[in-house]
């Protein structure tokens, strides 16, 4: 007996429905073993883990802070991936786009308040792109792999940042801690409901409705779509590949240093050495997850930002560690990225050998 | 719609009260920086926390929460820990800081204690941390003893005062039994490696130092100190298991009596505010026995040990001078805490240039 | 022993992890599958290798766990992605997650133990000569089974037929399919070689290295490994030349400052990544050298229609 995949005439729109369902089923079923393995009782902790982080006005909120950043880097991601590129250095990306916007309250801090934000805003995405600017310049001059030189620089602007934060950004008054100065009101981004939501939310939900419309609407989308599934064609069409490796990388870095700036500006409200629990590279997960469209980032960013809160619940209530709520990450990813796979494929227990 | 949020919030208070009032244990919380086995820092913070349930048994439920990023996330899981109806909330990093601060001021009710900070923007917060630097002198002279070379290696994550502090304190031990010994410095830029450490440990004892110590969280230096025949000391918990002929002592970070106490004061009702530096005379920072040293070198340590615990004599007495030869304190005189608070100076005689 | 062949000892040791997990990779990558997993099947590696050794006493059970260890990990990577045909990035990325949670949870009751160390291997006679016994002769089996697996890669993917066939599944999956190779196969049969060698490196960080569990003790060597894949274009010897150069210049780092030379900690830190792509800008300024190796179909899915 052994697996047999057949490629179907077109993608079921049936299973693109009920793939997540069938996804999220299995992981209950796998969570519910794994839950009563470590002697709980399985349903309350699946309760906790899933129902739990959207029960409470508090929790969704935390929730859709959790999310922001995720769907923001992951949109980006995306339109990069649909043209297989593969920039998998957003994380640094987040980084540069933090350190460029923190730059105001740190050295302009008198500046107004109605020009400080936007102009960090700008600086945020501005810095976001120039570090992107690096792999997407390697590639068209050198031809120079983009996987590795996006994921190198993400360890230069983590030291760029630690060195700053550690060095000439430290804030005088704090007795020499590696932090900046606390960010004033005016560099603070407006919040929005009773909690920490911030305008980077609102950002995140901009960017998904705009990218969703450039990829399915435009010619640029054409462009990108056709660029990464046969650049030979998109050559004869007379598309240019790399201006559309300018254009990926400066969108998906412009919207991650977004992202960084405004977790600086938002959650965090100043700069220090961590900013970031792995936004980046997280992002590509929620990419994929998404199916690679806009929309779907949207929910994919939800789903892993209610798996974070949720693994913190196990961890406050049932006492569980935060090992297994990776491990639970983990299956459910699995689970989700195998059933995907129904879409495109029938599936087929075939006897014997070919 | 308003009516609606409006509904949603009050849903949302009332649970958050239900569960509040629901128990009559005093629920204590803690958020970890790493795992509890590092065997380092959020190892001893961990023992910590077993010791107040220890002591308390039933009247206490103790929760934690481990591998929480000093960033965003540690304003929610705080939050979590004051919703979910905590009475006192240790948060053990110095990022932790305005996380905590700004959750105390949603949570009136709730105590916060915020450990290596030195912010409290309200009644409800203290901070607390220990005198490393006093274990630092004592473990610096017996480098200075047992060392034949007369250099050590110092194996140094981040130059911030804490470290720096611990590594003058260590300086100034070591002069004051060998006037001319000689520390080198090397900063890893990171709290967790084991890799890293033991590289540089290695590169260390290759370049003469035939004492390591450490101000990183790992067991991987004192592993690699016994493998080339060097001598080490343990950090933050006793490490003897792992190198049992090689390390001397280790400064233990003993925060247990600390905890339970605070944890008391709470069921008490006397629980203030306020900001504790304590070292070995409160018995927050203790030394495991010593170990694989002559029974001479034993002596003066637990002498110099005494000395500190019973307030008679502090590390940082002058004189002292800096780098650039300046006398900083003269004769006899103490450094206030102030000063040693914010330290991003080097003694006289270190040879490291301290990274700006 | 003299500080230069101290230095020379304590890069070789921090080279190996990296050699050993990137030439794993490497052939992975040869046959057109692109695992991004390495983190995760290192970290599951080191833990049951240190497991296995803690619990028999015997290192060399260690060793062979951790690479049952990375292979357990490497199939479950294989069958999502060969057999269900999933996204190769996103499934690397989930397999790390789950690596280093499932570690984790391995090693809780590891944690704090003393570890049993790989031994150097004696070789009578030239282990005792001075400098270069100590340094071509005195290591363990691992580091010289980096070396061994790299030559054999290298030796396999060139002149046998065996490589010819990776290659070509690499290269042109259709038309390896059409000449008859089972390209699953081949794949899962690389992704397993993959894990296997990840799950050395593993074995070698917690048997070798630093002999000890602790959580995350990879601290990010795996990322390391599948950078050194592409800053070697595909080549296994310029994977070892990469994977020294960039132990050399992490241990540099370290050394200059215990000289006290006052250059920030954090420059010198990043210092290996901005080498590896300023020596990466120079060899791909070179296309004749890139084009070479480079597998056309990495990452790409294939689904044989029967």
């Given at each position: 007996?052994?697996?047999q995949?057949?490629?179907?005439?077109?993608?079921?729109?049936?299973?693109?429905?009920?793939?997540?369902?069938?996804?999220?089923?299995?992981?209950?079923?796998?969570?519910?073993?794994?839950?009563?393995?470590?002697?709980?009782?399985?349903?309350?902790?699946?309760?906790?883990?899933?129902?739990?982080?959207?029960?409470?006005?508090?929790?969704?909120?935390?929730?859709?802070?959790k999310?922001?950043?995720?769907?923001?880097?992951?949109?980006?991601?995306?339109?990069?991936?649909?043209?297989?590129?593969?920039?998998?250095?957003?994380?640094?990306q987040?980084?540069?786009?933090?350190?460029?916007?923190?730059?105001?309250?740190?050295?302009?801090?008198?500046?107004?308040?109605?020009?400080?934000?936007?102009?960090?805003?700008?600086?945020?995405m501005?810095?976001?792109?120039?570090?992107a600017?690096?792999?997407?310049?390697?590639?068209?001059?050198?031809?120079?792999?983009?996987?590795?030189?996006?994921?190198?620089?993400?360890?230069?602007?983590?030291?760029?940042?630690?060195?700053?934060?550690?060095?000439?950004?430290?804030?005088?008054?704090g007795?020499?801690?590696?932090?900046?100065?606390a960010?004033?009101?005016?560099?603070?981004?407006?919040t929005?409901?009773?909690?920490?939501?911030?305008?980077?939310?609102?950002?995140?939900?901009i960017?998904?409705?705009?990218?969703?419309?450039?990829?399915?609407?435009?010619?640029?989308?054409?462009?990108?779509?056709?660029?990464?599934?046969?650049?030979?064609?998109?050559?004869?069409g007379?598309?240019?590949?790399?201006?559309?490796?300018?254009?990926?990388?400066?969108?998906?870095?412009?919207?991650?240093?977004?992202?960084?700036?405004?977790?600086?500006?938002g959650?965090?409200?100043?700069?220090?050495?961590?900013?970031?629990?792995?936004?980046?590279?997280?992002?590509?997960?929620?990419?994929?997850?998404?199916?690679?469209?806009?929309?779907?980032?949207?929910?994919?960013?939800?789903?892993?930002?209610?798996?974070?809160?949720?693994?913190e619940?196990?961890?406050?209530?049932?006492?569980?560690?935060?090992?297994?709520?990776?491990?639970?990450?983990?299956?459910?990813?699995?689970?989700i990225?195998?059933?995907?796979?129904?879409?495109?494929?029938?599936?087929?227990?075939?006897?014997?050998?070919? | 719609?308003?009516?609606?949020?409006?509904?949603?919030?009050?849903?949302?208070?009332?649970?958050?009260?239900?569960?509040?009032?629901?128990?009559?244990?005093?629920?204590?919380?803690?958020?970890y920086?790493?795992?509890?086995g590092?065997?380092?820092?959020?190892?001893?913070?961990?023992?910590?926390?077993?010791?107040?349930?220890?002591?308390?048994?039933?009247?206490?439920?103790?929760?934690?929460?481990?591998?929480?990023?000093?960033?965003?996330?540690?304003?929610?899981?705080?939050?979590?820990?004051?919703?979910?109806?905590?009475?006192?909330?240790?948060?053990?990093?110095?990022?932790?800081?305005?996380?905590?601060?700004?959750?105390?001021?949603?949570?009136?009710?709730?105590?916060?204690?915020?450990?290596?900070?030195?912010?409290?923007?309200?009644?409800?917060?203290?901070?607390?941390?220990?005198?490393?630097?006093?274990?630092?002198?004592?473990?610096?002279q017996?480098?200075a003893?047992?060392?034949?070379?007369?250099?050590?290696?110092?194996?140094?994550s981040?130059?911030?005062?804490e470290?720096?502090?611990?590594?003058?304190?260590?300086?100034?031990?070591?002069?004051?039994v060998?006037p001319?010994?000689?520390?080198?410095?090397?900063?890893?830029?990171?709290?967790?490696?084991?890799?890293?450490?033991?590289?540089?440990?290695?590169?260390?004892?290759?370049?003469?130092?035939?004492?390591?110590?450490q101000?990183?969280?790992?067991?991987?230096?004192?592993?690699i100190?016994?493998?080339q025949?060097?001598?080490?000391?343990?950090?933050?918990?006793?490490?003897?298991?792992?190198?049992?002929?090689?390390?001397?002592?280790?400064?233990?970070?003993?925060?247990?009596p600390?905890?339970?106490?605070?944890?008391?004061?709470?069921?008490?009702?006397?629980?203030?505010?306020?900001?504790?530096?304590?070292?070995?005379?409160?018995?927050?920072?203790?030394?495991?026995?010593?170990?694989?040293?002559?029974?001479?070198?034993?002596?003066?340590?637990?002498?110099?040990?005494?000395?500190?615990?019973?307030?008679?004599?502090?590390?940082?007495?002058?004189?002292?001078?800096?780098?650039?030869?300046?006398?900083?304190?003269?004769e006899?005189?103490?450094?206030?805490?102030?000063?040693?608070?914010g330290?991003?100076?080097?003694v006289?005689?270190?040879?490291?240039?301290l990274?700006? | 022993?003299?500080?230069?062949?101290a230095?020379?000892?304590?890069?070789?040791?921090?080279?190996?992890?990296?050699?050993?997990?990137?030439?794993?990779?490497?052939?992975?990558?040869?046959?057109?599958?692109?695992?991004?997993?390495?983190?995760?099947?290192?970290?599951?590696?080191?833990?049951?290798?240190?497991?296995?050794?803690?619990?028999?006493?015997?290192?060399?059970?260690?060793?062979?766990?951790?690479?049952?260890?990375?292979?357990?990990?490497?199939?479950?990577?294989?069958?999502?992605?060969?057999?269900?045909?999933?996204?190769?990035?996103?499934?690397?990325?989930?397999?790390?997650?789950?690596?280093?949670?499932?570690?984790?949870?391995?090693?809780?009751?590891?944690?704090?133990?003393?570890?049993?160390?790989?031994?150097?291997?004696?070789?009578?006679?030239?282990?005792?000569?001075?400098?270069?016994?100590?340094?071509?002769?005195g290591?363990?089996?691992l580091?010289?089974?980096?070396?061994?697996?790299?030559?054999?890669?290298?030796?396999?993917?060139?002149?046998?037929?065996?490589?010819?066939?990776?290659?070509?599944?690499?290269?042109?999956?259709?038309?390896?399919?059409?000449?008859?190779?089972?390209?699953?196969?081949?794949?899962?049969?690389?992704?397993?070689?993959?894990?296997?060698?990840?799950?050395?490196?593993?074995?070698?960080?917690?048997?070798?290295?630093?002999?000890?569990?602790i959580?995350?003790?990879?601290?990010?060597?795996?990322?390391?490994?599948?950078?050194?894949?592409?800053?070697?274009?595909?080549?296994?010897?310029?994977?070892?030349?990469?994977?020294?150069?960039?132990g050399?210049?992490?241990?540099?780092g370290?050394?200059v400052?215990?000289i006290?030379?006052?250059?920030?900690?954090q420059?010198?830190?990043?210092?290996?990544?901005?080498?590896?792509?300023a020596?990466?800008?120079?060899?791909?300024?070179?296309?004749?050298?890139?084009?070479?190796?480079?597998?056309?179909?990495?990452?790409q899915?294939?689904?044989?229609?029967?």
């Amino acid at each position: 007996m052994r697996l047999q995949l057949q490629v179907r005439s077109q993608p079921s729109r049936a299973m693109t429905a009920l793939s997540p369902v069938i996804a999220i089923a299995l992981t209950v079923c796998v969570g519910g073993v794994i839950f009563a393995a470590r002697g709980l009782d399985p349903l309350h902790a699946l309760y906790v883990y899933f129902v739990e982080p959207v029960t409470t006005m508090w929790s969704i909120e935390e929730l859709i802070v959790k999310a922001a950043p995720l769907v923001l880097i992951g949109a980006g991601l995306a339109v990069c991936f649909r043209a297989n590129l593969w920039n998998i250095g957003a994380e640094g990306q987040f980084t540069a786009g933090a350190i460029a916007g923190g730059a105001i309250p740190v050295m302009a801090p008198d500046l107004g308040p109605w020009v400080s934000l936007p102009l960090m805003l700008a600086l945020g995405m501005l810095g976001g792109m120039a570090w992107a600017a690096v792999p997407a310049l390697l590639r068209n001059r050198f031809g120079t792999n983009e996987i590795l030189t996006s994921l190198m620089l993400v360890y230069v602007a983590q030291y760029l940042l630690d060195w700053l934060v550690r060095g000439p950004w430290r804030d005088p008054h704090g007795f020499n801690f590696p932090k900046t100065v606390a960010f004033q009101d005016w560099h603070l981004l407006p919040t929005l409901g009773f909690g920490r939501v911030h305008l980077g939310a609102v950002f995140a939900v901009i960017a998904v409705v705009v990218l969703f419309v450039l990829m399915s609407r435009t010619l640029k989308g054409f462009e990108i779509r056709v660029s990464g599934d046969a650049p030979r064609a998109a050559g004869f069409g007379g598309f240019s590949r790399p201006r559309t490796v300018w254009f990926c990388f400066g969108l998906a870095g412009a919207l991650a240093g977004l992202a960084g700036i405004c977790e600086a500006a938002g959650p965090i409200g100043q700069l220090q050495p961590h900013i970031s629990p792995g936004y980046g590279f997280t992002a590509i997960i929620v990419a994929f997850l998404g199916r690679l469209n806009p929309i779907g980032v949207l929910l994919a960013g939800i789903v892993l930002a209610i798996s974070y809160l949720g693994g913190e619940a196990v961890q406050v209530e049932l006492g569980l560690s935060d090992k297994t709520a990776k491990v639970f990450q983990g299956v459910l990813l699995f689970f989700i990225l195998a059933c995907d796979t129904l879409i495109r494929y029938r599936v087929r227990w075939v006897a014997g050998r070919r | 719609m308003r009516t609606l949020f409006a509904a949603l919030t009050g849903l949302a208070l009332s649970l958050a009260v239900g569960v509040a009032s629901g128990a009559d244990k005093l629920k204590v919380g803690y958020i970890y920086i790493g795992p509890i086995g590092d065997h380092g820092w959020t190892y001893q913070h961990n023992e910590g926390r077993l010791a107040v349930e220890a002591a308390f048994g039933d009247k206490v439920e103790v929760v934690y929460v481990e591998n929480v990023p000093e960033g965003p996330d540690a304003e929610r899981a705080i939050t979590r820990l004051a919703r979910d109806g905590a009475g006192i909330i240790f948060t053990t990093s110095f990022g932790y800081m305005d996380p905590t601060n700004r959750v105390a001021k949603n949570f009136p009710d709730v105590k916060f204690e915020h450990n290596t900070g030195y912010k409290r923007q309200s009644d409800n917060v203290s901070t607390y941390n220990a005198r490393f630097y006093e274990g630092r002198y004592v473990i610096g002279q017996i480098a200075a003893r047992m060392s034949k070379s007369g250099v050590a290696g110092y194996i140094a994550s981040f130059p911030i005062p804490e470290v720096v502090r611990g590594i003058n304190s260590f300086m100034l031990g070591a002069q004051s039994v060998n006037p001319d010994f000689k520390l080198k410095v090397v900063w890893v830029s990171t709290w967790f490696d084991p890799g890293k450490e033991a590289d540089a440990a290695k590169v260390l004892i290759g370049q003469g130092a035939d004492i390591i110590t450490q101000h990183t969280d790992s067991t991987a230096p004192l592993q690699i100190a016994a493998e080339q025949g060097a001598h080490a000391f343990g950090q933050a918990s006793d490490m003897i298991k792992f190198a049992p002929d090689t390390q001397l002592t280790a400064i233990v970070n003993n925060w247990a009596p600390y905890y339970v106490a605070r944890v008391q004061a709470v069921m008490d009702g006397t629980w203030q505010s306020h900001d504790v530096w304590d070292g070995m005379s409160a018995g927050m920072v203790t030394m495991a026995p010593y170990t694989n040293l002559p029974d001479d070198v034993a002596a003066v340590a637990k002498e110099t040990e005494a000395k500190i615990t019973s307030g008679d004599f502090h590390p940082f007495t002058g004189p002292i001078h800096n780098q650039a030869g300046e006398m900083v304190i003269g004769e006899g005189e103490v450094l206030d805490d102030g000063v040693l608070l914010g330290m991003n100076w080097y003694v006289k005689g270190i040879d490291d240039k301290l990274p700006q | 022993m003299t500080a230069l062949e101290a230095v020379l000892l304590t890069i070789i040791t921090a080279s190996t992890p990296l050699l050993l997990a990137a030439i794993g990779e490497l052939v992975v990558e040869r046959s057109g599958v692109l695992n991004l997993g390495v983190e995760g099947m290192m970290v599951m590696g080191a833990v049951c290798g240190f497991a296995g050794a803690h619990i028999t006493g015997s290192a060399a059970v260690g060793v062979v766990a951790g690479l049952g260890a990375g292979v357990a990990m490497s199939l479950v990577f294989g069958f999502l992605t060969q057999t269900l045909v999933t996204n190769q990035v996103a499934t690397g990325l989930a397999l790390t997650l789950f690596g280093l949670g499932l570690s984790g949870l391995i090693g809780e009751s590891f944690t704090g133990l003393p570890g049993v160390k790989l031994t150097a291997i004696h070789i009578p006679g030239l282990s005792d000569l001075p400098f270069v016994g100590p340094v071509l002769f005195g290591h363990d089996v691992l580091v010289y089974a980096s070396i061994a697996i790299t030559v054999l890669v290298a030796w396999v993917l060139t002149r046998t037929r065996i490589g010819l066939v990776i290659r070509a599944t690499g290269g042109n999956h259709h038309s390896a399919h059409a000449l008859g190779y089972n390209v699953v196969a081949v794949r899962y049969a690389c992704i397993a070689f993959g894990g296997a060698c990840a799950g050395l490196a593993g074995a070698y960080l917690a048997l070798a290295y630093t002999p000890q569990w602790i959580e995350n003790m990879t601290a990010g060597r795996g990322w390391i490994a599948l950078a050194l894949v592409v800053f070697a274009t595909w080549a296994p010897f310029r994977v070892a030349v990469g994977a020294y150069l960039f132990g050399t210049v992490w241990i540099m780092g370290l050394y200059v400052q215990g000289i006290g030379i006052g250059i920030p900690a954090q420059l010198l830190a990043a210092l290996p990544y901005l080498v590896t792509i300023a020596a990466l800008v120079l060899i791909s300024g070179n296309r004749v050298l890139t084009k070479m190796n480079t597998p056309a179909c990495i990452g790409q899915p294939f689904v044989p229609d029967r």
